[in-house]
């Protein structure tokens, strides 16, 4: 792997509609906004840094036998060289959403906010609207 722009990313992320709105969170000092998750830890499988992830940034508890893969898609990251890869798995939780430490601020978003969104994600909001699982 020599060049910046062949840099893949690889995270995991969640996929989490209620009410017909994604839910997505943006980081301090950015104004785009991500979807929940991040990179595996080495030997770590996609289940298990899903619920590391989203139990840091989130403060819930992802429920195991819940998850299912969304679908995987791959865009340009934000804010560096390559491209960022997500494996997106839809979840229920038990717990409270709470932005944690590391998390500016959490929202739904609803159709017409497809814009707010990281590349990668506003690929996911596509797939999602196709489905028609945005309605809020
Ligand atoms: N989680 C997440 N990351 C995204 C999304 N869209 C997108 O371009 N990224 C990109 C942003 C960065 O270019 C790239 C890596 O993010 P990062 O550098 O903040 O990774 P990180 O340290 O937070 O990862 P981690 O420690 O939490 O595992 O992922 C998205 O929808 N969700």
Redesign the pocket.
Known sequence: MTGGDRRV?D?V?WVRVESGRVL??R?HGKT?????????EPGESDLA?LTR?VA??LSVSIDPATVHHFGTVE??????A?V?R?ACYTAEYRGTLVASA?VAELAWLGPGDRDR?????AL?FDELHRRGELTG
């Open positions: 990313i995270k992320t997505a969170a980081s785009v906004w991500y979807l929940p998750g991040g990179k595996r840094a992830e840091e940034e865009a340009p990251a934000h804010g560096q390559g960022v997500m590391e969104l990281s590349a990668a994600g996911v």
